[in-house]
Antibody, heavy 122, light 110 residues
Framework: EVQLVESGGGLVQPGRSLRLSCAASGFTFDDYAMHWVRQAPGKGLEWVSGISWNSGNTGYADSVKGRFTISRDTAKNSLYLQMNRLRAEDTALYFC???????????????WGKGTTVTVSS | QSVLTQPPSVSAAPGQKVTISCSGSSSNIGNNYVSWYKQLPGTAPKLLIYDNNQRPSGIPDRFSGSKSGTSATLGITGLQTGDEADYYCGTRDSSLSAGVFGGGTKLTVL
């Protein structure tokens, strides 16, 4: 079964850091680009970051650029999001999603995890 | 404020047809392909349409997509109560080098 499982969310103080993980299974992880998408409480979807199949191409939303870093580990079939200098407005449910292709071109997300919740509050 | 503009809500009766619009610009919809997603409360989004008008395996042909210029449209025919959900359009923005979504449209089946 094709599956994505996020972990690493939690309650964190403003200015601190958090690292999200996404474990992929049931498909050849190397063949696909991957994304992080978040959804603040009661709000719509916001694309956060994406990474190509070989990590050669990455992208970030302006709202997180310079604070968040996306990475992937082929050996562990895992995607990561290192989140630094967190702000209250980063509070959201963070989804990991698989792209239908290998590169950051089409941004079609055909497999989604259930998400992990990040709450930034003092 | 989302880069792509969708109506906040639409409604129609069971069995009827509804369309949801998604408006953008030349840097996103105008020069890229569009996808559509359905999200039920408390669940992850589900891909409905990609390549403007293609349906993934398992998506019924009641769902259709189209694109013209800098706008895209999702159509749903034969509305069912199970279609009540939030719907999002998405695409790539070439100027931003980023993915973008619409603000979402809540569909109510009366």
């Amino acid at each position: 079964e094709v599956q994505l499982v996020e972990s690493g969310g939690g309650l964190v103080q403003p200015g601190r850091s958090l690292r999200l993980s996404c474990a992929a299974s049931g498909f050849t992880f190397d063949d696909y680009a991957m994304h992080w998408v978040r959804q603040a409480p009661g709000k719509g979807l916001e694309w956060v970051s994406g990474i190509s199949w070989n990590s050669g191409n990455t992208g970030y939303a302006d709202s997180v650029k310079g604070r968040f870093t996306i990475s992937r580990d082929t050996a562990k079939n895992s995607l990561y999001l290192q989140m630094n200098r967190l702000r209250a407005e980063d509070t959201a449910l963070y989804f990991c999603a698989r792209d239908m292709g290998p590169d950051l071109y089409y941004y079609y997300m055909d497999v989604w995890g259930k998400g992990t919740t990040v709450t930034v509050s003092s | 404020q989302s880069v792509l503009t969708q109506p906040p809500s639409v409604s129609a009766a069971p069995g009827q047809k509804v369309t949801i619009s998604c408006s953008g610009s030349s840097s996103n919809i105008g020069n890229n392909y569009v996808s559509w997603y359905k999200q039920l409360p408390g669940t992850a989004p589900k891909l409905l349409i990609y390549d403007n008008n293609q349906r993934p395996s398992g998506i019924p042909d009641r769902f259709s997509g189209s694109k013209s210029g800098t706008s895209a449209t999702l159509g749903i025919t034969g509305l069912q109560t199970g279609d009540e959900a939030d719907y999002y359009c998405g695409t790539r923005d070439s100027s931003l080098s980023a993915g973008v979504f619409g603000g979402g449209t809540k569909l109510t089946v009366l």
